[in-house]
């Protein structure tokens, strides 16, 4: 058989393999029955020995057709996106903003309103009078329906108008290389999902859009923990740890009433009209924390439910990559395909339900302190 189709790393959790496949930089869950059956039909010399030992034979042709589509979808070559010869335009410097962070002197151009409110309300507590002495000049403008990103002017990122959230996550992470002093292969993964550290350790909370996540990080911060990192968690390939991204937290406007008494000032931050889809937001500073990175000790999927009562419970690693993958960029890197899998193995994961606040602090903290135990 075909052996360039087979994964390129294996390791099992439970009842469940994660394969990866090295050609489309993809991760796929299994159940241990048809990762036999893939072994099988990866280790036959023939089309005819797999079919001839299958049991019952008359569902050979199914199990075959259904192996095949499988390999054939998990080896599918990215298509490059990123057209390199496009020129750099300075005439769409029309907004101009700057930042100050980690003592580095950071410029960001924007030709619009709607462009600038992809990137800078996240980062509006970081702004400063303008200075001569820039680290780093990035440009975002819109041309012909695609949103452009620009470092030092050479072209990082183009994609779809609709696609605004690629190019967040990936000025999000030129901006981590340039704070942390990192290129970008340095990275295993950003992380879609929201990193907590008690000084210690250090916890990344995931979830859909709308279950509580950055709500819950809004919430802990008020209750002594320190938000490492929002909406995008990096991962440093040289530690394995969870480096800070100074962004604000996002909150959706579901959630200012539960906050608002919680949080000073809460209700004096400026509310941020982008879209239809993410409704009214307000941005939440938080402190920075005490260090740069913390090692990650757990993943938390996080499920708010009205009037539900906290729960905190294993789940399965089927269950949380559903959720991690689809929207967190990992690198196509071997080795940190195999870091990254080593790091999953390592980690306690569960699932959190909560409504009530106290409650759902106090889980939290026990957690910490559980993690820590091991330390």
Known sequence: MNNNLAPTYKKLFGGYWVLWYSISNTYSVVESSFKNLLDYYLQSETIDSFKANLQPRANAETLLETIDNYLNDCNKTPTPTLNNHTVFDASN??????????GKSIRVNFDSELVLKTIHPALAHLSTELSNNIHTTFDIYLKNESLLLFKDEQLISCVPKRDYHLMQGKFIMQLLCTIHDNEEEDWVSTFHGSTLTDSISSVLFVGESGKGKSTLCAL????????????????LSKNSCIYHNPSAISIKEGAFNLLEPIINTFSDLPIIKFNKTKGPLKYIACTNPKKNFYPCKAIVLVNYKSNADTKLESVSIKTLLETLIPDSW???????????????????????TYSDTKSVTNAVSKLFKQLNKNL
């Open 93 to 102: 410097r029309c907004i101009l903003k700057h930042y100050i962070i980690k």
């Open 220 to 235: 802990l911060t008020a209750n002594g923990f320190d938000l490492l990192a929002d909406d995008v968690s990096p991962m």
């Open 330 to 352: 990992l690198s196509p890197n071997p080795l940190h395909a195999k870091q990254f899998l080593e790091w999953l193995e390592s980690l306690d994961i569960f699932k959190l």
